[in-house]
């Protein structure tokens, strides 16, 4: 049985050489423990320091692209190299890497194929009361979107069965945390989470530059993730409630005609038959959508079977 501990980078050369030294080397359930680095297009010493500092791997983008497109990266690097459970991990030390025996075990005793390290949010220091409310609200969202159980979304301390990796494709470039956890409901991939702890903030987070822009990108992985994997549910309802309220503006107009004053509520009468039509055509998107949904089930099926077939 291999490990590999993967670590998307992005300028993380002050903060590396403390992560990957707390990363252990051997692990129960586990013959061979490796360590890759994903050097997403940093500027800085990220990848040297991860070769001084004993990573097995390291892989390199030539440009930046994104924490989400790093850790594809990786999944697909680690797949290609043989692991058999794959642990992600930040490379700002966030995460205590004592617990990864913990992380894994459900992955090991086949209870789960995908585990979310849960971090006490409530006791961080460096987490604002604000953060806080919306880590939790934000997870909430995201039970409520995936139907899963999942109390910290955002948590970026995960492992994966190979299995589960194989299957996971993150169409987002801004961050996998979200869409992989939808992801695994949609696609009835084992998923639950294990309480971990965290170490003392080192740096101000890359991703979150500020709660606008981290809410207002959430809010959009969200939902194209639903529209993604939920396009009829998602186009009916607003094609229900967009014909619904014609409807009801067309038979207040009908009220008023048939009691003789039909004449002074012309537009009412515009506006619900915009509206109905306007639900029409967005029931005719809903069943577009699905079918297009239904073929990109077929290309993740075929991707899946290539990837196994393939040993990756």
Known sequence: MKLIIQIPCFNEAETLAATLADLPREAPGFDTVEWLVIDDGSTDATRQVAFDHG???????????????????????CLRRGADVIVNTDADN????????????PVLDGTADIVVGERPIQVIRH??????????????????????????????????????????????????????????????????????????????????????YYIARSVVTIVRVFVIYRPFRFFSLFAAVT?????????????FYLTGDGAGHIQSL???TLLMGAGFQLFLVAFIADLLAANRKLMEDLLYRVRSAGGQ
């Open 127 to 212: 987490f604002s009361p604000l953060k806080k409310m919306l880590q939790k609200l934000g997870s909430w969202v995201v039970r409520i979107a995936s139907n899963t159980n999942i109390p910290d979304a955002p948590s970026g301390f995960r492992a994966f069965s190979r299995a589960a990796a194989q299957q996971l494709a993150v169409f987002n470039d801004y961050t996998y945390t979200l869409e992989t956890i939808i992801q695994a409901g949609q696609k009835h991939i084992a998923i639950t989470s294990v309480p971990v702890r965290v170490n003392e903030d080192l740096r101000p987070s890359h991703l979150v530059s500020s709660i606008p």
């Open 94 to 105: 966030q995460y205590d890497a004592a617990c990864i025996p913990v992380l894994v075990a």
């Open 243 to 255: 014909f619904l309220a014609g409807f009801a503006i067309g038979v207040r107009f009908l009220y």
């Open 270 to 272: 515009m506006l619900a």
């Open 55 to 77: 990573a097995d791997h390291v892989v390199r983008h030539t440009s930046n692209q994104g924490l989400a497109r790093a850790f594809m990266t990786g999944l697909n690097t």
